[in-house]
Each structure stands twice: as C-alpha cells, then as structure tokens.
C-alpha cells in the first residue's frame, strides 16, 4: 500500500513520537514538521488555537475556470424560479 500523506495530531507529544516510531518500524517514513497545508487546507497556528481555511485552494480553483473576476451571488442559482414537469 502507497500512502502520500498522513497527520499525526493531539495534546500528548510523546505518545505521538511513540506512534511515529512504530510506523518508521514497518513503513519508510519522514517528518515533514509541522503542518501548514494538507489536502487544500491552509492550517495556520495562534496562541488562540489553529485556524483552518481554503482561501488558496478556492482561488486555485477560481484562476483554473477562469472565474477570478465573476460576481459574486449569495447564492449559486435563483431561488424564486418555479420548476415544472
């Protein structure tokens, strides 16, 4: 089995060098640090907590269907339309 990426996280820092050191054991492993972007999410750390956003990835998205410049809509279709058969 081929795994690209994996994130070890919690409060307990030797229990998670201990898991680390186990996985080491049976697969090839190395330790990027600490986690700033995974799966198009930008993790950014305070002495508040984490903050989690997808700014980078929306805009990625944005620039590859060319919508950069697109209004924006509150909501993606016009809700007062009325449907039929």
């Known amino acids: 089995m081929y795994v690209d990426d994996i994130v070890l996280t919690g409060n307990n820092?030797?229990?998670?060098?201990?898991?680390?050191?186990?996985?080491?054991?049976?697969?090839?492993?190395?330790?990027?640090?600490?986690?700033t972007f995974f799966l198009g999410l930008e993790v950014a750390r305070s002495s508040t907590?984490?903050?989690?956003?997808?700014q980078k990835y929306t805009m990625d998205l944005l620039h590859e269907t060319g919508m950069v410049d697109c209004a924006s809509v509150p909501t993606p279709m016009v809700h007062s339309s009325q449907l039929s058969r």
């Open 49 to 54: 907590g984490i903050h989690l956003s997808q």
């Open 13 to 35: 820092s030797e229990e998670i060098t201990h898991i680390t050191t186990l996985l080491h054991q049976h697969f090839k492993i190395k330790n990027l640090g600490d986690l």
